[in-house]
């Protein structure tokens, strides 16, 4: 390794064999703004001891996965976590002993995992978001400006779809989307939410912001806002086909928050929106 290479910020991915896993571990070591210091797993994972890149089937990377994340923090400026929310609020605690920036994509994170990384959040930087790519996150500015400019006349819904492993719902996005929704309208969205109808639910509520998942097949992740009004009606969608716009994101996220105070951030302060 060269002496400018050494200087790169090191980065460690948690989850490494996970869909996203794979996926920022050929993004990072790729990159020639960041080396990919460390890979980690759950314990018991058949990847634990062998070289990632054999693992996933292609050439050395020089990096073994292990199930040791303080080990791992040690060595590393930036933590990139897609994993699981129990896992992601223990790995925020030592990331922030570790002084490392921690990335977090996983989603599903429910109150309580919110408050523990709040807590964390004082020691180190935080960035997480449902979704890492530019498309979203800029979809998310539109759908408040839409929210502001229309009344309840127009009903709001979140139509999200995901592979069929996935398993949380709505999906981080669609919540994003949700929250910008009811942002727009002046309103708290827990209030207004009507997710997972079924049955004789009655008409829908004047104001409500509804949310509804399909799950199938290899879906990347789709994404419609609908503003459903009497006589038209405006849809703002986002497709994503590959998961590397998460995983450039989310690499992107991991050299902002190099410079920045201890604190949460979103990928709207990285991108500027
Ligand atoms: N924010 C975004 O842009 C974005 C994009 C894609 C996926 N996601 C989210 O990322 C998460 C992962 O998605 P995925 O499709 O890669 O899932 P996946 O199931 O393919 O991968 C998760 C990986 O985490 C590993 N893991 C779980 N607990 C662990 C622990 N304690 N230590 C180390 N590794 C652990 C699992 O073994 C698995 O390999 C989900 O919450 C998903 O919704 C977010
Ligand atoms: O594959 C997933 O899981 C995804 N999760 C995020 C979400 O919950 O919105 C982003 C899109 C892909």
Not at 17 to 27: I, N, Y
Not at 76 to 84: G, R, S
Not at 238 to 249: L, Q
Not at 258 to 266: A, F, I, M, T, W
């Given at each position: 390794?060269?002496?400018?290479?050494?200087?790169?910020?090191?980065i460690?991915?948690?989850?490494a064999?996970?869909?996203?896993?794979?996926?920022?571990?050929?993004?990072v070591?790729?990159?020639?703004?960041?080396?990919?210091?460390?890979?980690?797993?759950?314990?018991?994972?058949?990847?634990?001891?062998?070289?990632?890149?054999?693992?996933?089937?292609?050439?050395?990377?020089?990096?073994?996965?292990?199930?040791?994340?303080?080990?791992?923090?040690?060595k590393?400026?930036?933590?990139?976590?897609?994993?699981?929310p129990?896992?992601?609020?223990?790995?925020?605690?030592?990331?922030?002993?570790?002084?490392?920036?921690?990335?977090?994509?996983?989603?599903?994170?429910?109150?309580?995992?919110?408050?523990?990384?709040?807590?964390?959040?004082?020691?180190?930087?935080?960035?997480?978001?449902?979704?890492?790519?530019?498309?979203?996150?800029?979809?998310?500015?539109?759908?408040?400006?839409?929210?502001?400019?229309?009344?309840?006349?127009?009903?709001?819904?979140?139509?999200?779809?995901?592979?069929?492993?996935?398993?949380?719902?709505?999906?981080?996005?669609?919540?994003?989307l949700?929250?910008?929704?009811?942002?727009?309208?002046?309103?708290?969205?827990?209030?207004?939410?009507?997710?997972?109808?079924?049955?004789?639910?009655?008409?829908?509520?004047?104001?409500?912001?509804?949310?509804?998942a399909?799950?199938?097949?290899?879906?990347?992740?789709?994404?419609?806002?609908?503003?459903?009004?009497?006589?038209?009606?405006?849809?703002?969608r986002?497709?994503?086909?590959?998961?590397?716009?998460?995983?450039?994101?989310a690499?992107?996220?991991?050299?902002?928050?190099?410079?920045?105070?201890?604190?949460?951030?979103?990928?709207?302060?990285?991108?500027?929106?």
């Open positions: 390794m060269s002496e400018t290479t050494m200087t790169l910020p090191g460690v991915i948690t989850g064999s996970g869909r996203m896993g794979q996926m920022l571990v050929r993004t070591s790729a990159s020639n703004q960041a080396r990919l210091v460390a890979c980690l797993e759950r314990p018991g994972h058949a990847w634990i001891g062998q070289d990632v890149g054999i693992a996933m089937g292609g050439p050395v990377l020089g990096v073994t996965v292990s199930d040791d994340p303080l080990e791992a923090f040690s590393a400026q930036a933590v990139i976590d897609f994993t699981a129990q896992a992601t609020v223990e790995f925020a605690a030592l990331a922030a002993q570790a002084r490392a920036v921690h990335v977090i994509g996983t989603t599903g994170l429910e109150a309580a995992h919110l408050a523990r990384l709040s807590a964390a959040a004082r020691h180190a930087v935080i960035v997480r978001a449902g979704n890492m790519s530019l498309g979203v996150n800029l979809l998310v500015q539109l759908t408040r400006k839409v929210a502001e400019a229309l009344d309840a006349d127009f009903d709001i819904e979140v139509v999200e779809a995901h592979h069929r492993h996935k398993v949380d719902a709505p999906s981080g996005t669609a919540l994003m949700g929250e910008a929704a009811a942002a727009g309208r002046g309103v708290n969205l827990a209030e207004v939410s009507d997710s997972g109808r079924d049955g004789i639910t009655g008409a829908r509520g004047r104001g409500r912001i509804g949310f509804a399909i799950r199938g097949g290899d879906i990347v992740g789709e994404h419609d806002v609908i503003f459903a009004g009497e006589g038209e009606r405006i849809v703002l986002h497709v994503a086909t590959d998961r590397t716009i998460f995983a450039r994101g690499l992107r996220a991991a050299l902002w928050g190099q410079d920045r105070e201890p604190g949460e951030y979103s990928m709207a302060d990285v991108l500027g929106l």
